[in-house]
């Protein structure tokens, strides 16, 4: 058993000291966070569509981003029916509750320029020429194939 675990187990939550048996629900005010959005987006969309005439970029738009937070509110849900409590859905939770490795992270790395400059490129291509948007492809492949290959080579060599 981890230090983590036997601190979490030690406080039990607010509901359960209340007499409720349940725990809060995992990741709760970030369902909340992104589907409250959709309650904005829609509405506005129907009022922008109705004083704008079906402005058509303005009314898609205000629709696609009541459809992305709908999206992502809707992931965040269903991941918060899969996996446990957390320590920071905890609303007594410590900091110390959550500490420990939280994952590994190479320490420098220049693949993510080298792919920015590539995206860069290619997108460039796109007012210059398509001959650039290749050019741009190309070192966005080999940045990528860096980030990938980073932690097989080196003193990062597993």
Do not use: C
């Amino acid at each position: 058993m981890t230090e983590n675990d036997r601190l979490h187990q030690q406080r039990p939550s607010v509901e359960v000291e209340k007499g409720h048996g349940e725990q809060t629900r995992p990741m709760r005010v970030e369902v909340l966070l992104f589907s409250a959005w959709i309650l904005f987006f829609i509405p506005v969309a129907i009022i922008y569509m109705w004083l704008s005439d079906a402005e058509p970029v303005g009314t898609v738009g205000l629709f696609l981003l009541g459809g992305m937070f709908a999206f992502s509110g809707g992931y965040l849900w269903l991941t918060a029916r899969r996996i446990d409590q957390r320590p920071e859905d905890d609303p007594r939770g410590e900091i110390e509750d959550r500490a420990g490795e939280v994952g590994t992270f190479s320490p420098h790395s220049w693949a993510p320029l080298v792919i920015g400059i590539g995206t860069m490129l290619a997108f460039l291509g796109l007012a210059f020429g398509w001959w650039l948007t290749g050019i741009g492809a190309v070192v966005a492949l080999v940045g990528l194939a860096g980030q990938l290959t980073e932690f097989s080579r080196g003193q990062h060599k597993h």
